[in-house]
C-alpha cells in the first residue's frame, strides 16, 4: 500500500525553507518522497490511497530528549506510586505524548526498569506509545535525591561502583546512559552549583558507556560540573544552567559537536503557575535560576553549539503532551523560529544518533510526521495546540486523531489514541 499527502505544506525538519503545494510519498512505513509536487513522478503502487490536505502543514514528528515518562507533573515532584501503578502510569503519560505529535522521547531517568516493560509492550504492538530512547536509571553519587526518587536513581561512589552501575542500565537495555554531575534543583537540599561526582568518577562512566557503544547525556547545572562532563567526552549536556560563566566551555562544546538540552519549560510552568500548591523551596529554586538557564542557551546558540529539545514533562506542572511549548521558550531565550524547530526533530534525532533513519521528512526515512491545521512558524505555540493538530503518523500509520475523522481504515495504526 502507498499513501500519498497531497497540496500540503512542507517543513521537513531539516532546517530547509518550507515547500509549498508538496506531495509526501509512504511505503511500508517509509518515505519514499518528501518535496514538491512537480517533482514527484506519481504512485505506482498497486495500491494507492490519497490524501488532499490542502492548506494544511506537514512536520516529522517531534522528538523530545529530555523526559520522564515516571512523573505525572506533581506539584511536590513526588512520582511514587504502587509499582503495578506505576508500569500504568509510564504507559498513560507515553500514550500522551503521542496523541499530541510527539512521536519519539528520551527518557532520562524511569522508575524500577518498568519501562523497559512498557516499551516492549508497545513494540509488541499491545498498546499504541511513541518510539522510545531509555536510559533507565539516573546513575548519582549518595544523595538525598535518591531517597526522594527512590526508583529512579542508582546510587554510585567511586570507579568501580560507577562501571557496575553502567553495566546494570546496559544489562536492562538502555539505550544510552544518564548521570547526575551536579546537585539537582528538583531535590529539597540540592544545591545545583555543587559539583557530584569527581573528575575519575565521570571518565570512568563516559568510557564504560562508550565500550558499549552507548552515548551518556549528563545532568549539570554548575560550571565546574559542566566543565567535567564534557572534558569527560558526554554527547549530551542536560540543563546547562551556569554554561554562561565559562564560554571557553561553550566553544568545546561547539567544536566538539556536544548538544546543549536546556529544559526551559519546567521553569516557567513553575514561575507562572497560579494557586498552584507548588512548595516554596521549588519555586524559590526555579526563580533563582531561570534567566540563567535561558542566557546559557543564548549564549550556547550563538557559538554554535548544537540544541536539542527537551522538556523534562513530568517535572511540577509540566505535563505530557504540553511538551512542545518548550520549542516556544527556546525562541523566546533566542533563538530563531526554524532553529527551534530542528532542535525538536532533525537535530533531535541526531543528539540520539538517529539520524540516518529518524527525524526529517526525506527519502528512506521512517514516516513519523504530524500534520497541522496552522503553520507552527507563525506562532511556535501550535506545536503544543491540540485543536491544530489533525493527526499523527507512525511508521506510516494514523496512530492518533480527532474522533470525527474521516480517514479510510487501511490508514490506521492496530492500536489508535484520539487527539
Ligand atoms: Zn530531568
Not at 532542535?343 to 510526521?369: I, P, Q, Y
Request: aromatic share 6%; proline share 3%.
Amino acid at each position: 500500500m502507498d499513501t500519498v499527502l497531497k497540496n500540503i505544506t512542507l517543513i521537513d525538519g531539516t532546517g530547509r525553507a518550507p515547500i509549498e503545494n508538496a506531495v509526501i510519498a509512504v511505503r511500508e512505513g517509509k518515505i519514499m518522497y518528501a518535496g514538491s509536487a512537480s517533482g514527484w513522478p506519481g504512485a505506482a503502487g498497486e495500491k494507492v490511497i490519497s490524501l488532499d490536505l490542502r492548506g494544511k502543514f506537514i512536520l516529522p514528528g517531534l522528538i523530545d530528549c529530555h523526559v520522564h515518562l515516571s512523573g505525572s507533573g506533581e506539584a511536590d515532584s513526588q512520582f511514587q506510586v504502587p509499582t503495578g501503578q506505576m508500569a500504568l502510569k509510564i504507559l498513560k503519560n507515553a500514550q500522551r505524548n503521542l496523541a499530541a505529535g510527539i512521536t519519539t522521547v528520551r527518557d532520562l531517568g524511569g522508575w524500577s526498569e518498568l519501562e523497559f516493560d512498557v516499551r516492549r509492550a508497545i513494540q509488541r504492538g499491545e498498546f499504541a506509545g511513541p518510539r522510545m530512547c531509555l536510559a533507565g536509571r539516573f546513575i548519582s553519587i549518595t544523595e538525598a535525591g535518591a531517597d526522594y526518587y527512590i526508583g529512579m536513581y542508582r546510587v554510585a561512589d567511586g570507579v568501580d561502583e560507577v562501571r557496575k552501575a553502567v553495566r546494570e542500565q546496559v544489562k536492562h537495555g538502555a539505550d544510552l546512559i544518564k548521570m547526575g554531575v551536579t546537585g539537582a534543583v528538583l531535590v529539597e537540599s540540592g544545591v545545583p552549583g555543587t559539583t557530584h561526582f569527581n573528575e575519575d568518577e565521570v571518565c570512568a562512566l563516559v568510557e564504560e558507556a562508550n565500550k558499549f557503544g552507548k552515548r551518556v547525556a549528563a545532568h549539570a547545572h554548575g560550571i565546574d560540573g559542566v566543565r567535567k562532563a564534557v572534558q569527560a567526552g558526554i554527547h549530551t549536556l542536560e540543563h546547562g544552567t551556569y554554561l554562561f560563566q565559562d564560554p571557553q566551555v561553550i566553544q568545546h562544546m561547539a567544536q566538539h559537536g556536544i548538544f546543549l538540552v536546556p529544559t526551559l519549560k519546567v521553569g516557567w510552568d513553575i514561575i507562572l503557575a497560579k494557586d498552584s500548591n507548588i512548595p516554596d523551596w521549588i519555586m524559590d529554586k526555579n526563580k533563582a535560576t531561570q534567566g540563567e538557564a535561558a542566557l546559557s542557551l543564548k549564549m550556547a546558540y550563538e557559538a554554535g553549539v548544537p540544541i536539542a529539545m527537551g522538556s523534562d514533562v513530568g517535572t511540577p506542572l509540566n505535563y505530557h503532551g504540553e511538551n512542545a511549548l518548550e520549542v516556544y521558550w527556546m525562541e523566546q531565550a533566542g533563538m530563531a523560529k526554524m532553529d527551534a524547530l530542528v532542535s525538536a526533530t532533525g537535530n533531535a534525532a541526531r543528539a540520539l544518533g538517529w539520524e540516518h533513519w529518524l527525524g526529517t521528512l526525506e527519502e528512506g526515512k521512517v514516516a513519523d510526521l504530524i500534520v497541522h491545521d496552522r503553520n507552527p512558524l507563525d506562532d511556535l505555540r501550535v506545536l503544543a495546540d491540540k485543536t491544530s493538530l489533525q493527526f499523527v503518523m507512525k511508521d506510516g500509520l494514523i496512530a492518533a486523531c480527532h474522533a470525527d475523522h474521516d480517514f479510510p481504515a487501511d490508514l490506521f495504526a492496530k492500536q489508535m489514541l484520539t487527539i
